[in-house]
């Protein structure tokens, strides 16, 4: 393919650009809850990790909270005896994730199905049941507390409104997007979606379909412990939730909320899942997860993909002038 190719798949939106620009202005706004959209940019992080195997890959995982649970396991050990810098400290929980991601790569790429699933969430439940256990190292349910994070950059500390976490969170979700984004929009991303539509004529091609298979475990196992070290040092702290089920079933809620094999779709998808969690949960703290759930229920039935992709099928149809199935909903 030319190199003209790649650059107009590489070309940024105007949509794009007034993305990532509303998150810069959200800091200025009076009254904005920062540390709720710090949280919302950590979600949208984790998201993408997961959207990289499940969207352009189509690997499935049940247990995509481990490789959150050990880059927020290895900043929360760093911060508590010692090692206090935070940049360092994502690099290294990075390197932790990652290395357990390719490992968790090599073991599944002959999986498929029920078997795949099971071996992720398996992991999953090892890893839940050890730090749950491991009251003496970990915490158990009480979490690993003592955990000091040093300013970032030696000058800007951690305040209690969030104002340096939030800006921290941004620049570094910003720049790994930028990565995620530069790959997808490469050969190998090229590849990895032939890979998810038909492995068989990929290997045919001669396209080494396991190694991308393991390479792309391995990135994605990166960025979940990115998103978890983000968490623990803006938070400070961290508990066995944060390996738990659960949060890899929220993990998926949020991919089908905003849609899958979309860049901006587990941001989107963060931000809907996020806020309605904490509208429903301030209205009826016992049963907000029925509402989300029924939410849910509503936006598969409308937005068969998710709200982003959907909403860009209908943009598309309109443009063209064609009409709309009822499945779809017009923005």
């Known amino acids: 393919m030319s190199q003209n190719f790649f650059r107009a798949r590489a070309r940024w939106s105007p949509w794009e650009t007034a993305f990532w620009l509303c998150w810069a202005i959200a800091f200025f706004v009076p009254g904005a809850n920062l540390a709720l959209l710090t949280q919302v940019l ?6 993408l990790s997961l959207d990289l195997l499940l969207g352009y890959r189509g690997i499935p995982s049940l247990g995509h909270a481990a490789f959150f649970g050990i880059g927020a396991y290895t900043a929360g050990y760093l911060g508590k005896f010692g090692w206090t810098e935070p940049i360092s400290g994502l690099v290294l929980a990075a390197l932790m994730a990652g290395l357990v991601g390719l490992a968790t790569g090599r073991i599944v790429r002959g999986l498929h199905g029920v078997g795949l699933l099971m071996v992720t969430l398996g992991l999953n439940l090892l890893l839940y049941d050890f730090v749950h256990r491991s009251t003496e190292l970990t915490g158990g349910d009480d979490g690993l507390q003592g955990i000091t994070i040093a300013p970032v950059l030696g000058l800007f500390r951690f305040d209690m409104f969030g104002r340096t976490g939030y800006v921290y969170v941004l620049a570094v979700v910003f720049v790994l997007f930028l990565l995620v984004r530069a790959l997808l929009h490469s050969a190998w991303g090229l590849a990895l979606l032939g890979a998810r539509d038909n492995a068989r004529r ?13 390479s792309a475990f391995g990135i994605s196992a990166a960025l979940a412990g990115v998103a978890g070290a983000l968490l623990t040092q803006t938070t400070q702290f961290v508990s066995p939730e944060v390996l738990s089920f659960q949060r890899s079933a929220d993990l998926l809620v949020v991919l089908v909320i905003g849609g899958a094999a979309m860049l901006y779709g587990g941001f989107a998808g963060a931000l809907a899942f996020l806020v309605l969690r904490d509208l429903l949960a301030a209205l009826n703290p016992i049963y907000w997860y029925f509402w989300i759930g029924l939410v849910l229920v509503l936006i598969v039935a409308f937005f068969r993909k998710g709200i982003l992709p959907s909403l860009h099928a209908a943009w598309l149809r309109r443009r063209r002038n064609l009409p709309l199935p009822a499945t779809e909903v017009a923005p």
């Open 202 to 214: 990929m290997t045919m091609l001669g396209a080494p379909v396991a190694n991308d298979l393991t």
């Open 42 to 47: 950590v979600w949208g992080l984790f998201a």
